[in-house]
């Protein structure tokens, strides 16, 4: 009790004493007896201080350089991070190249056919593993129509088998459904370019004496009244089969188009033959095309050849052209036969 | 008893060597730790408020004379008033424990620091934020829980050896 008691005085006299020296601090302005005392006491501890400073230094270059290891580390891994996500930026950089490049492919496609196109990119695959379909993010809203080509920047894609207003499914070249005219690009020779669900595609030759080199670069054709415009790439001749005994003859052909990375498309709007103009000065001539109304047929049967009662008949005037023909009749399929279907009528 | 006197000024010198020439090196958030206090405070838990009053007022009086820029006596207020309090409290503190003193050195670090700032704020011409204020008492605190072990084994061994004549029995 005693103590506390001494103790507690002790502490009143120590804060007085504090709150004098304070005062006289403070009115003394750095003039007073008390900044005497302080540099006094500073000029006595000051040598002693330098010297364990001077001892001390290395600890305390020590204690920096460990500092300056976790301000590297840091440092390190702010790096790192910043590292990742420039590759992030450059892989995005690349895709965009990538994108980019398709597209001027597109576009150079697009300028190549010349016709009346709508952009589209794919936005779906075919959820089954026997389909080969794609759908496309733009539909009848857009001018889309069933049986309308889709190429890409590599060549034929496919054609448009269903259409909503926003979207288009386009059954794949490379579907077993799939079936369309082409013809080699150098030699022309004929044939039906078909998907067999995967690469290779099939190309049966009508024309089994035909010559078919491998590398050779298949495009379509406007033969057989055709969907797609005659020109489009689809692929190259990868194997040429035996010609056998059969009807046509059997070419493996690679096709031009990635069907796994399938992205900007192009749907071709125009018509897959236009009509051609009036050759000129026969505006004032009768043109039937076929196909036009069946009361006119009489006058047009003259141009198109035999009817059914000149079959009996041997070929008559008329038909000696045909006549010479003879072989073309029996295939039935001759491509010069087929191609001008659509332009015989329009023969003067 | 002149040469407890002794020893416990040359260790609160050593103590400001320290804080002046080894910590400003050694920062923890920037913030040096305050061993004088450590000193007071062990030196009250050791042997008492009497003991911890007149070390507080020496280790004051030494850090407004040699390191601080405020006017005297502002320290000796802090210092002095904590060592007091700390022995006055020490019956009711279990000493022998291991974390009470850790508490009790982070809780005079943080309310030294703070009451100092306060003070200097007020009567010096320093001002001072409130963040910074909490940041310092913060870290001082910190710091000085770090060392408390450290600071309560050198001071508990002196007074062994030294013993203050009369010190008041811990129970």
Redesign the interface.
């Known amino acids: 009790m005693f103590q506390r008691r001494r103790a507690r005085i002790l502490l009143v006299v120590v804060l007085l004493s504090a709150l004098v020296l304070v005062t006289l601090d403070f009115r003394g302005e750095r003039e007073g007896p008390l900044e005497g005392l302080r540099e006094v006491a500073t000029s006595v501890f000051r040598p002693v201080q330098d010297g364990v400073t001077i001892l001390l230094s290395p600890v305390g270059d020590v204690a920096d350089r460990v500092r300056e290891l976790f301000a590297i580390r840091a440092e390190n891994r702010e790096l790192r991070e910043r590292v990742e996500e420039l590759e992030q930026r450059r892989s995005s950089m690349r895709d965009l190249a990538r994108e980019n490049d398709a597209l001027r492919d597109l576009l150079e496609m697009r300028e190549r056919t010349e016709l009346e196109t709508v952009a589209g990119r794919t936005v779906a695959l075919a959820p089954s593993n026997f389909e080969w379909t794609i759908t496309i993010d733009v539909g009848s809203d857009d001018g889309v129509d069933r049986d309308m080509p889709v190429i890409d920047g590599d060549g034929l894609v496919g054609r448009v088998i269903q259409v909503t207003p926003g979207a288009a499914r386009v059954l794949l070249a490379i579907d077993p459904n799939f079936s369309a005219a082409a013809r080699t690009a150098t030699t022309g020779e004929i044939g039906s370019i078909d998907g067999r669900g995967g690469d290779p595609m099939l190309l049966s030759m009508l024309d089994t004496d035909a010559t078919v080199e491998v590398g050779e670069e298949i495009v379509t054709s406007s033969f057989d009244g055709g969907v797609f415009p005659a020109g489009i790439p689809v692929g190259t001749v990868r194997e040429v089969g035996e010609g056998d005994a059969g009807l046509s003859r059997e070419v493996d052909v690679s096709p031009f188009v990635d069907f796994t990375r399938l992205d900007h498309v192009l749907v071709l709007r125009s018509t897959a033959v236009d009509e051609l103009p009036p050759f000129e000065g026969t505006e004032g001539l009768d043109v039937r095309r076929p196909g036009a109304d069946p009361d006119d047929g009489a006058e047009t049967d003259e141009d198109d050849g035999p009817d059914e009662d000149d079959e009996g008949d041997g070929p008559d005037e008329d038909d000696e052209g045909d006549g010479e023909d003879a072989d073309d009749e029996g295939d039935g399929e001759d491509p010069d036969d087929g191609e001008p279907d659509g332009n015989a009528g329009e023969e003067p | 008893m002149i040469a407890r006197t002794l020893v416990v000024a040359l260790l609160l010198?050593t103590a400001l060597?320290?804080q002046?020439?080894?910590f400003?090196?050694?920062t923890l958030f920037g913030f040096r730790p305050d061993l004088l206090l450590l000193i007071v405070i062990a030196v009250a838990l050791h042997d008492?408020?009497?003991a911890g009053?007149?070390v507080?007022?020496a280790a004051?009086l030494l850090v407004?004379?040699?390191v601080s820029q405020a006017?005297?006596?502002?320290s000796?207020?802090v210092y002095?008033?904590l060592g007091?309090v700390i022995?006055?409290a020490r019956p009711y503190l279990a000493t022998d424990s291991v974390t009470a003193p850790l508490l009790l050195a982070f809780a005079t670090g943080a309310l030294g620091t703070a009451g100092y700032g306060l003070l200097t704020s007020l009567?010096a011409d320093e001002p001072t934020t409130t963040g910074l204020l909490v940041r310092a008492a913060l870290s001082v605190g910190l710091y000085n829980t770090l060392l408390a072990p450290l600071a309560y084994a050198v001071v508990g061994r002196l007074a062994g050896r030294f013993p203050l004549t009369g010190a008041?029995s811990r129970e």
Not at chain 2, 71 to 74: A, D, M, Q, S
């Open positions: 010198v060597v320290l002046t020439a080894l400003p090196a050694v008492g408020s009497m009053a007149r507080g007022a004051g407004d004379l040699l006017p005297v006596g502002l000796i207020v002095a008033s007091h022995g006055l009567l008041p």
